[in-house]
């Protein structure tokens, strides 16, 4: 059974502040997918990463694979109210098979 | 483009008895998924259907849940008699194909609460 660990599992930062949120798994994903659930609603699809050591950037939000494509992380610069919000890492394989992480519940206080 | 639709948003039923969700994916979406979230957790995959058929299936409990997609289209998840660990939330996605490059949409989701 492949599973994936999110820490922290939670996080209440300052709005202007940095945060990372780390993804880990013994397993080999081809593919590692982040999401950010609002609360009533379902996960919305940030990136997508499929390179090993491979970076994402999306606006303030940096995203990248590990070498060995077993962990990724999700780097958050001047982290502003509206990042408030549940961030899911998913691990994909063949088939479009999703493994998801436990996620990490983030609040940005003004 | 409308998105993934479910339906009931809420449900409140008592152990032992029978409910059903009804999805219906993004049109043209050939690939459907049924995800249970427990709270505090991530969405596990509950069945994957490629068309009409199953494609898997290995997490879903078959001794009181079943699934459906008939034509490809819509599809019905069914609990039946349910317990109350089924208290979730039970989210629905589609894809417009099984590939990894397509995106998975999600729907709001229906939270289920068995007392």
């Known amino acids: 059974t492949q599973l994936l660990e999110q820490s922290p599992q939670f996080l209440s930062i300052q709005e202007g502040e940095n945060l990372t949120v780390y993804c880990n798994s013994s397993?080999?994903?081809?593919?590692l997918q982040w999401y950010r659930q609002e609360p009533g609603e379902g996960p919305v699809l940030l990136v997508t990463v499929v390179t090993g050591g491979e970076v994402k950037k999306l606006k303030r939000l940096t995203f990248q694979f590990g070498d060995a494509r077993k962990d990724s992380s999700l780097h958050i610069t001047a982290a502003q109210t509206g990042d408030t919000g549940l961030y899911l890492c998913?691990?994909?394989?063949?088939?479009?098979?999703?493994?998801f992480g436990g996620g990490t519940r983030l609040m940005v206080k003004p | 483009e409308a998105g993934v639709a479910q339906s009931p948003r809420y449900k409140i039923i008592e152990k032992r008895q029978s409910v059903a969700f009804w999805c219906n994916p993004i049109?043209?979406?050939?690939?459907l998924y049924w995800y249970q979230q427990i709270l505090g957790q991530g969405p596990k995959l509950l069945i994957q259907f490629q068309n009409n058929g199953v494609v898997d299936d290995s997490q879903l409990p078959k001794d009181r849940f079943s699934a459906e997609r008939l034509k490809g289209v819509d599809s019905t998840l069914k609990i039946q008699p349910a317990k109350l660990e089924d208290s979730a939330v039970y989210l629905c996605?589609?894809?417009?194909?099984?590939?990894?490059?397509?995106?998975?949409?999600f729907g709001p989701g229906t939270r289920l609460t068995v007392t």
């Open positions: 998913a691990g994909g394989n063949a088939g479009n098979m999703l493994t």
């Open positions: 049109s043209g979406h050939a690939t």
């Open positions: 397993s080999v994903f081809s593919s």
């Open positions: 996605a589609s894809s417009w194909d099984r590939g990894e490059s397509y995106e998975q949409y």
